[in-house]
């Protein structure tokens, strides 16, 4: 079993930067791959990147692409989502979700990751 909770959303304004974090729970965090996602209000969830248990590999959507990084560091159990340039369209409620396991690109979808955290609210005002 894996929980997550995210924290470091907030309000901030077009061009500005904001670092989400990830707290894990669960003896087995190292060997689970861990995403963002997020969803828009009126919109469906989307995939804003993900990076394997070892760290090593790593995938971001095109439109988030050198503005985001994503990271972990697992002798904490956390995950992070470096932020850069937002944009108004970058306003969301981002999810933290995990899987156990190797991925690929093919894991942009959200029904493929087992575990959810609850979210944190981003806004980027222009």
């Known amino acids: 079993q894996v929980q997550l909770v995210e924290s470091g959303g907030g309000l901030v304004q077009a061009g500005g930067s904001l670092r989400l974090s990830c707290a894990a729970s669960g003896r087995t965090f190292s060997t689970y791959a861990k995403a963002w996602f997020r969803q828009a209000p009126g919109k469906e969830r989307e995939f804003v990147a993900h990076?394997?248990?070892?760290?090593?590999?790593?995938y971001y959507a095109d439109s988030v692409k050198g503005r985001f990084t994503i990271s972990r560091d697992n002798t904490k159990n956390m995950v992070y989502l470096q932020m850069n340039s937002l944009e108004p369209e970058d306003t969301g409620v981002y999810y933290c979700a995990a899987v156990l396991g190797s991925i690929n690109d093919r894991y942009t979808i959200p029904g493929l990751y087992d575990y959810w955290g609850q979210g944190t609210q981003v806004t980027v005002s222009s």
């Open positions: 990076i394997s248990w070892n760290g090593r590999y790593t």
